[in-house]
């Protein structure tokens, strides 16, 4: 070959590797990055671990992120160390009074007994808490569950003396005497009836009022449909396969508890795991469902000052990935 014609295939061949480069450049903007999605320990989280054990779950294309409390899943959103979480309802009101735009794309469940207050041995209602303490989390749920249940009961917030601590921190504080009774669920309830606890109010008296929802930022939202499309389908997925094969599906989620399989089957029993039809019925339509109950939740936390001020519910609901999710 002449050196002509190496002097002309040489700008040809140099075109040819900056048009490969800008196609394989614009290729990896259009990759979405991992959906992060933080949990804590909590039976209605599992069904995502359980995604995850059968490989229904993309793990390139979501990520779980495991903290040891609800009120570090809360920091971690706001931190924007992860892009979405499981939640309660009244958790992700005071973030969105915040303006950190959590928006919900389905109701994981509706608690039915699951979250209690227990106190020691011998304790037969609320009003034998009066005096003592009671460990709570602050700024998640339990603040919440103990402002209802001691209303309930004709009691205030200062009829008791609220010790603050992460939830995971209960079961040794109470065994150890630190606290006398405690705002949990399982796995910790589980462990503190182990240790003589005595349940003394449960959610089921207030039905309808603690919701756990998939929650993802705005923003991530928009950017990553993909992902978020991935997540939901891994979600139903793994609910087919717990109603399919309970007892398998039961004792590969009991294992992050450390409780057993038929420990973890008793515990869903205070749990209504909503179905995408009912998820529809909730998020979506004219009025949807949790705008209903969500208001009435809403004035009740502006009432017990766990909430400065109200906002538009039907603007935190985002049913778009659900109502487009393959059947």
């Excluded at 009101?93 to 608690?111: C, G, T, W």
Aim: proline share 5%.
């Amino acid at each position: 070959m002449n050196a002509r014609a190496c002097a002309i295939r040489r700008p040809l061949a140099l075109l040819a590797l900056i048009a490969l480069a800008a196609t394989l450049s614009g290729c990896m903007r259009e990759t979405e990055p991992p959906l992060r999605i933080g949990t804590n320990v909590w039976i209605g989280s599992e069904p995502l671990y359980l995604a995850r054990d059968l490989e229904y779950l993309d793990r390139e294309a979501v990520q779980l992120v495991e903290y040891p409390s609800a009120s570090e899943v809360s920091r971690a959103f706001r931190n924007q160390a992860i892009d979405g979480m499981v939640i309660s309802l009244d958790e992700l009101f005071v973030l969105a009074v915040d303006e950190l735009q959590p928006k919900i794309v389905v109701v994981v469940d509706v608690s039915h007994g699951a979250d209690v207050v227990v106190g020691r041995s011998g304790m037969r209602s609320m009003k034998d808490l009066r005096g003592k303490r009671v460990a709570v989390e602050t700024g998640a749920l339990g603040a919440f569950v103990l402002s209802r249940a001691l209303a309930l009961n004709g009691m205030q917030a200062s009829d008791v003396n609220m010790v603050h601590l992460e939830s995971n921190e209960h079961p040794a504080a109470f065994e150890q005497g630190q606290v006398d009774g405690a705002v949990t669920f399982d796995p910790f309830r589980t462990q503190m009836l182990r240790a003589g606890a005595q349940t003394l109010f449960d959610s089921s008296q207030i039905p309808g009022e603690i919701v756990d929802l998939l929650a993802i930022r705005a923003s991530v939202l928009e950017k990553n449909p993909r992902a978020v499309q991935t997540l939901l389908t891994g979600w139903f997925k793994a609910l087919d396969y717990l109603e399919r094969e309970p007892k398998d599906a039961a004792a590969r989620m009991a294992v992050r508890e450390q409780i057993t399989g038929e420990q973890f089957l008793q515990a869903l029993h205070g749990l209504r795991i909503p179905s995408r039809t009912d998820n529809l019925n909730m998020l979506a339509g004219a009025t949807p469902g949790l705008v209903v109950s969500g208001r009435q939740l809403m004035t009740l936390m502006v009432e017990a000052k766990l909430l400065r001020s109200t906002l538009a519910i039907e603007g935190l609901l985002a049913p778009e990935p659900l109502q487009t999710l393959p059947l």
